[in-house]
């Protein structure tokens, strides 16, 4: 599954729009002890109100917004050594200033990403000293503590909101993936694995209340020599009009799924041997109709074996012997027809 444009951007954007401010106002305060040339203090107020604004609009609309939200992370890398060389290595703010940092790498790109980072951090680091004439004063004050407490106190709460919600939207994503993993890509049908799935439960499930249950098994006659004539591309056409009819033409309770090839399976709920006869004969009418109106498409039949669940069947497998003994002996028979497999009555 992929995401919209720019939700990585958003997801990112106002923990890190509350982080530069938080940010802003602890770096401010310890540099209002130095005499710190106009340049720093510009940079200061535009990585903190401003940068924010400026990486959301450079991630929001690019294909990959990751790769630039990597380079973001760069950007701010340079920043933060800036600001521990400004503060002359003030211990509480320049730890605070480089553990944020080093967490937003982590989650952002990982490990990988943070080792490409600090090194820039600390080039710019020596340069800022340079330029600055930097001291150790390591000291921090209590007014400058309580400056830190803004970061302290609500970058982590907003970074926890934002991961939050990620693995709320993975999940749904994981959800989503997984109900989607269950269906046949060309025809909306279970495919053959949750078929399986489907079938023992609903075995299990019948037989525990004793439900009259029918299974079906339907094949497509002679649909290799369709392929062979029309091509695969009419072929998956008459696959999916078949399915869209199965689906369409079926009662509500009952579930169909595709079991590869040609060959799809119906569970027939609530439904006798008879009853199921009925309805398959009215499905497989319903279905030559629906060919028929189709010009594009060539005529096919149907053969159709079906069994009702009954109590000397010990495993699902059993009840789709049956149903498959009663499809060969409707292809056996001439094929283009219904065949109820002569199993014992079923519960009730």
Known sequence: M?????????????????????????????????????????????????????????????????????????VE??????????????????????SMFCMNCIAVGGPRLLVAS????????????????????????????????????????AVALAAYNLAAKLAEHKRQFKEASRFDSLTGLLNQGAWKTFLDEEFTSARQGKLPTTLALI??????????????????????LLASTLRE?????????????DEFGLVMRDATASQAEEMLVLLKQCITEAFKAQSDLPRVSLSIGAAQLSAPMAHHRDWVIAADAALYDAKRQGRNRVVIGATDKGFI
């Open 2 to 74: 992929t995401s919209k444009p720019g939700s990585f951007a958003k997801r990112i954007y106002l923990p890190r729009l509350l982080g530069s401010a938080a940010g802003f106002w602890a770096v401010s305060v310890v540099l209002n002890d130095y005499a710190m040339p106009a340049w720093v203090w510009v940079l200061l107020v535009f990585h903190g109100f401003i940068w924010p604004h400026v990486a959301y609009l450079l991630g929001r609309k690019v294909p990959v917004p990751y790769l630039v939200e990597c380079r973001n992370m760069i």
């Open 77 to 98: 890398s340079a920043f933060g050594g800036l600001w521990v060389a400004a503060m002359q290595f003030n211990a509480l703010p320049c730890t605070l200033l480089v």
């Open 118 to 157: 600090l090194p820039m951090m600390a080039s710019i680091c020596v340069v800022a000293c340079a330029f600055l004439g930097s001291s150790f004063l390591p000291e921090t004050r209590h007014d400058q503590v309580y400056a830190c407490l803004p970061m302290l106190a609500i970058y982590p709460i």
């Open 219 to 240: 094949d497509i006659d002679h649909f290799k020599a369709i392929n062979d004539t029309y091509g695969h591309p009419v072929g998956d056409e008459v696959i999916r």
């Open 249 to 261: 033409s079926s009662n509500a309770i009952d579930v169909a799924g595709r079991l590869g090839g």
